[in-house]
């Protein structure tokens, strides 16, 4: 697929060296918004999120891997490691997600990096950072989202915690790494000089957890599971509706006074028990349970009629279904359909944020197998031939 607006990082070469979720996908954001990104896998299977995602059909590869060209380099062999090296020296990004420790065993730390290419910026995803007692501990999201927090208050009360349906701190870590390396960028016009990024799971789900820490220090308030709700946020839940189920933000004042009025209940705005933030807060579960009983007598589409009608911030409980057969989705071009040699269209969510002069988009599709792009890649930057490229794969370093 090919955009006429090649992106806001166009011509930006970027070099991802990590596997699974947190590295590839710092390398998705980048490639979206118009990087070139080359894509190392280790020769044979490649990276092991090919395989990943549910059905027969293993397509999550096709989201994360899209905008990038893939070649294969065995790192822990020293010619693979050399190919590596000679394509990091012409890149302005390197992306690694590995345990501390290894990409320096492998001759490719920053030290060894700079020295050949004092403008490379380096960006490095981990469990617990590059530094600290922890640092040599292997470290996946689900660790990471323990430590920073959000593990300890997702789900019931009366229940364990519960893990969100997605890996949300390989994700953050990734779009904090991308962050630092967008930021990085901006640092270099100046310097003329690359840095590390150093991005750690652990923190990344840390400054998600708004006032979590300060709350603690301050008054010695441990956060809890507090199941579908924020205490003291009311009202804001899912109520159950006479075909499913709606969520409903109506916790300020003046949008509570709204609700009231789409209840038939006015005289809730002035009751004292939800006159106020506190009083809601304080009155949570009762509020709830009232609204709940009124929306029970309701079809989902006659709720979000009274609530599009009172201007009230509310919404449908989506799912993939939902998504793809949406207008608003349709008509901001949230979902792109991506072509495919084996699947044909491939609908999958766009890239954001939308950039009104450069915007990202999905320019390639995903490699089909490891080493697609050797060629490509390996002739046109390091000016190997075929014969090159043949012996080199005859002795297993691509």
Not at 129 to 147: H, N
Request: hydrophobic letters at 40%; proline letters at 6%; aromatic letters at 6%.
């Amino acid at each position: 697929m090919t955009a006429e607006n090649k992106g806001a990082l166009a011509g930006l070469k970027v070099v991802e060296l990590g596997q699974l979720i947190a590295g590839p996908f710092c390398g998705q954001l980048l490639g979206d918004m118009g990087a070139d990104v080359v894509k190392i896998e280790p020769p044979g299977a490649g990276d092991p999120m090919r395989q990943w995602g549910n059905g027969q059909h293993k397509v999550w590869w096709q989201v994360i891997g899209r905008n990038k060209r893939s070649v294969t380099a065995n790192l822990r062999v020293a010619e693979g490691q050399d190919l590596a090296r000679r394509l990091l020296a012409q890149a302005d990004i390197m992306i690694e997600n590995f345990k501390p420790g290894t990409v320096e065993k492998w001759g490719l730390g920053p030290e060894a990096l700079h020295a050949i290419n004092p403008r490379l910026i380096i960006v490095r995803m981990s469990g617990y950072g590059q530094t600290g007692p922890y640092s040599s501990r292997a470290g996946f999201g689900g660790i990471g989202e323990a430590m920073g927090g959000w593990r300890a208050i997702v789900g019931d009360p009366d229940r364990p915690p519960s893990r969100m349906g997605v890996s949300i701190g390989d994700t953050l870590a990734a779009t904090y790494g991308c962050m630092g390396a967008l930021a990085a960028l901006r640092a270099r016009e100046t310097s003329g000089k690359g840095q590390v990024v150093d991005s750690a799971l652990y923190e990344a789900v840390l400054q998600v957890m708004e006032s979590l820490i300060p709350e603690y220090d301050l008054m010695g308030i441990v956060r809890q599971r507090s199941g579908s709700i924020l205490p003291g946020i009311a009202p804001s839940n899912v109520y159950r509706c006479r075909d499913g189920e709606y969520m409903i933000g109506g916790n300020g004042d003046a949008i509570f006074a709204r609700l009231a009025e789409a209840m038939g209940q006015p005289e809730l705005a002035s009751d004292p028990r939800y006159a106020t933030h506190g009083a809601r807060g304080e009155n949570q579960q009762e509020l709830d349970e009232r609204i709940n009983a009124w929306t029970q007598t309701l079809t989902i589409d006659q709720l979000e009629a009274l609530m599009i009608a009172h201007s009230i911030p509310a919404g449908r409980i989506y799912t993939g279904a939902e998504m793809l057969a949406d207008p608003h989705f349709a008509a901001r071009e949230a979902i792109v359909a991506v072509d495919h040699p084996q699947h044909g269209p491939v609908r999958m969510q766009a890239p954001m944020p939308k950039l009104s002069a450069t915007p990202s988009a999905v320019r390639r599709r995903a490699p089909l197998h490891p080493g697609e792009h050797n060629g490509e890649v390996y002739g046109e930057q390091l000016g190997l031939s075929e014969a090159d490229l043949a012996e080199l794969a005859a002795r297993g370093v691509i």
